[in-house]
């Protein structure tokens, strides 16, 4: 293990096992909090080496469990600047961004990756492998199955799609104008009219065809999260429905 600056009281950090554990500086440890310890996939081989890499400025309070990678090829990661809330769990080879927020009970399985700025709600549980894009707000009690589009908002079991994370990006410093056009893109994609006899997909490339949205630098991060969504290995998008309100 290797870390610099943080405090902790109670914790347990760096288990005895093959690999590394590195934690970057003005990091605060809460009581109890498990931090590089082994993973708990039984795909794990006893004895391969696996590794966690926190970055600096990070809250991670008490009774947290953070776990090492499950294998030598791959790395937990953790970024810059996250407040990580009481009982939080992030699994092995999850790669967390900077500034998140993780409410209380926040629950990542294996291989999740979430981007910059999110916000969990308290009790959410995100499935293995689903990506949480950047300015997106997960609600409480969620089980996000799924992927979150950039600046979007979801909840319930199964979590949907319930609009724009509007309180998110005002926050964020998002200006009237971005706000506007990533409202008018969230609805030609996802509130077609009822009348509409066209495809999701056909919806979403003429998004693309129209210049005054397309050259929105933050609409064409929206587009191009949900397009990332349905590569190959990927679990798409969470479901929504016409009638939401953004």
């Not at 081989?45 to 090829?73: A, M």
């Not at 500034?99 to 999740?112: E, P």
């Not at 929206?222 to 798409?236: E, P």
């Amino acid at each position: 293990m290797r870390c610099s600056n943080f405090s902790g009281s109670g914790a347990i950090l760096g288990a005895d096992i093959p690999g590394q554990t590195i934690i970057g500086e003005n990091n605060v440890i809460g009581h109890y909090a498990v931090v590089g310890v082994k993973c708990q996939d039984l795909k794990y081989k006893t004895g391969d080496e696996c590794f966690l890499h926190i970055g600096r400025n990070n809250e991670i309070r008490e009774y947290c469990s953070i776990h090492r990678s499950s294998k030598s090829c791959d790395c937990t990661v953790i970024g810059d600047n996250n407040l990580i809330m009481g009982s939080c769990h992030i699994a092995h080879d999850c790669k967390i961004g900077k500034h998140n927020i993780f409410a209380n009970n926040t629950l990542f399985a294996g291989h999740v990756v979430v981007e910059d700025c999110t916000h969990t709600a308290g009790a959410v549980v995100v499935h293995q492998f689903c990506h949480i894009g950047s300015y997106s707000f997960l609600g409480g009690g969620s089980v996000v199955t799924q992927d979150v589009p950039r600046y979007t908002m979801v909840a319930g079991d199964r979590a949907e799609l319930r609009g724009l994370n509007l309180e998110g990006l005002r926050r964020n410093g998002f200006s009237d104008q971005e706000v506007r056009r990533l409202r008018k893109a969230y609805q030609k994609v996802f509130m077609p009219t009822v009348t509409s006899e066209s495809s999701f997909e056909d919806r979403l490339s003429a998004l693309e065809r129209e210049i005054e949205l397309s050259e929105s630098p933050a609409v064409s991060c929206m587009v191009k999260s949900i397009r990332m969504s349905f590569d190959q290995g990927r679990r798409g998008i969470c479901k929504f429905r016409t009638w939401s309100s953004s």
